[in-house]
């Protein structure tokens, strides 16, 4: 009989998904639907939603290591994962107009100037280039049509039940408001809502009393300053982590995402909060010589974390936008030439009062940097705050994601416990993979 197979959210993980399901002939019906547009109507300002989700504007940078990403290796061991990964990747480059462009970064060594202060974090990324990234998703969606994936755009999924199998959706248009909710019939879902629909998963996990994983909280800053004060480091390692650990205090530091010679900040709406985030412009025509990266903590032991970094962040806002602090400098541009939304504040009192005795961390972090990189001095920003919510992450059958009372949904993603390209595309593969297999096809 043939199966029915709904996925939500056209993000990096669902596409991921469709793709393997096509590319092995699954004959059933697969419908992916989405609140954004196809990748042809899709708009610039549209950052989270639409074809290949917050993928499909982001920086085109596809981290290669287990240790990078969120979780997968968790799930399927270190060798599956990296199997996975290469099949991500491989899908970047098979849509890509100039595949022979992709290139792997790969640094070897940690230099010697860093070791008093920051260890570093050294791994393979694959770089599709942010310029690509539209052409991509517009082959990438044309062979899935072709394949016979129908789209359904612009509607929400506003509820599942998951004991009748029902995905209930409605337009996100303002005429047709009135409209009913129509609804469909899933044999298996999955749902990769990414982080725009962080606050659906949340609705889902109390209405059905899902069971979570312990998380940690991760919260910081999107730090930027001019990139000659980072050059000697960028020579060695161009996407830079550094680390500081304090694993008594259960407190550990990165920096996160680094973005150099065209870097933009980028506003992230969450649950109706500004928190920041970084890109990349590849064109030479956007460099601006900058260079951005997260200084992200992670605090193990906090009760409930998902409450704890909605509240830091609510503290961060001033008129429901986010916060600028700089000893010297202004907040800068978008790289659509607007300025970033943010509001200059005088100093790092709003980060002490959202994060407590946790802003030390940071501010000593910064501190460290200006030891480190001698010319750094006052020269630099930050956006406040930047936060990735990991909570809730339901507790998932970890050989095919699926929830555990629940056996025909599986979550896929930033949904679940992914955070970036490569680990959300792969684990939407893994998870049709198992559907392959249990569909016997
Ligand atoms: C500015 C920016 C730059 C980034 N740069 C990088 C990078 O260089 N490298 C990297 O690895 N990661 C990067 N990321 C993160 C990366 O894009 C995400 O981790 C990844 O896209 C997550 O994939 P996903 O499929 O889980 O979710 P997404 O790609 O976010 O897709 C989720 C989709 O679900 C849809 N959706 C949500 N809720 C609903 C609903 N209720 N009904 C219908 N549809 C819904 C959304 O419209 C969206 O299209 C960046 C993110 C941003 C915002």
Redesign the pocket.
Known sequence: MSKNIII?????????AATKLVDNNFDGKITI????KDPYRREYSE?????????????????YHTSI?GQLSKYCGRDKAMELFDSVIDNFKRFHPKPEEVQCSDPQAEPDFIKPYFGLRLFPVWHVG?DYLHEIGKNWYDYLVSKGVEFIWE????SINFRTNEVV?KSVKPEFANMDDDGLFYDKLIF??????ID?GKQLAEQYNLPTEAKSVQIGVRFEAPQHHFQKLIDVSYDFKLYKKFDEEGVSLRSF?TNNNAAYV?V?ETYGDHSY???AKKDESFRNDMTNFGILMEIKGIDDPFIWSRDAVKKLQIDNTGTYYSPTRKPSTTSEGNDVSAIQVDDLNPLHDSLGEYAQYIIDFIEDMKKVFPTLKDDWGVYMPEVKYLSPEPLVDYTNLALNTYPDVHF?????S????????A??TYAAEYILKDLDI
Do not use: P
């Open positions: 939500i959210g056209a993000g990096v993980a669902g596409v991921n639907i989405d609140m954004g950052v989270m939603e639409g074809f290949l989700g917050a993928g499909g504007w982001s920086d085109g940078k596809l981290t990403g942010t509607q929400k999924v506003s959706f990769g809502v990414g982080k725009s629909g659906f995402c980028a992230e985030n970084g890109h896929v993603g930033d949904a679940l992914a955070r970036g390209i490569t680990v959300s595309g684990q939407g």
